[in-house]
């Protein structure tokens, strides 16, 4: 056809494009197309590779209104408003203990509840 041909290096099937190689190689679990220009790591998506690209440049996007917090992910946003609003939706099933984020929980069972029925199906279940 007189265009390049771009070949997946997992099935050899050929692109026009690159962007239809690169959204056909998503489908291979093991396919990390977005590679950091600064370093050596490489991600299955585009959205990943921006998040970690801002850990080069300091550019947190995510600020809090309430103080001086700010973050490259929304996630981390949302469970550092829970130190403002005192929102703790994460409870210990055996006592009255509540956290705002589940690894709290976890770090509670764990130290608290060792010995408690079935801690490790909760852990598992967080």
Same mark, same amino acid.
């Given at each position: 056809?007189?265009?390049?041909?771009?070949?997946?290096?997992?099935?050899?099937?050929?692109?026009?494009? !690159?962007?239809?190689? &690169?959204?056909?190689?998503?489908?291979?679990?093991?396919?990390?197309?977005?590679?950091?220009? &600064?370093?050596?790591?490489?991600?299955?998506?585009?959205?990943? !590779? #921006?998040?970690?690209?801002?850990?080069?440049?300091?550019? #947190?996007?995510? #600020?809090?209104?309430?103080?001086?917090? /700010?973050? &490259?992910?929304?996630?981390?946003?949302?469970?550092?408003?829970?130190?403002?609003?005192?929102?703790?939706?994460?409870?210990?099933?055996?006592?009255?203990? /509540?956290?705002?984020?589940?690894?709290?929980?976890?770090?509670?069972?764990?130290?608290?509840?060792?010995?408690?029925? /079935? &801690?490790?199906?909760?852990?598992?279940?967080?």
């Amino acid at each position: 056809t007189g265009l390049d041909q771009l070949e997946c290096s997992y099935c050899s099937k050929s692109f026009n494009s !690159l962007w239809s190689l &690169v959204d056909h190689k998503r489908k291979y679990p093991t396919s990390k197309p977005f590679k950091c220009n &600064v370093c050596d790591r490489s991600f299955n998506q585009r959205i990943h !590779l #921006k998040k970690h690209e801002s850990k080069h440049t300091g550019i #947190k996007p995510y #600020k809090c209104d309430k103080c001086d917090y /700010a973050t &490259v992910e929304r996630s981390h946003l949302r469970v550092h408003m829970r130190t403002h609003t005192g929102e703790k939706p994460y409870k210990c099933e055996y006592c009255d203990y /509540a956290t705002a984020q589940n690894s709290t929980l976890k770090i509670h069972l764990r130290r608290h509840h060792r010995d408690a029925n /079935a &801690v490790d199906e909760v852990l598992d279940g967080l």
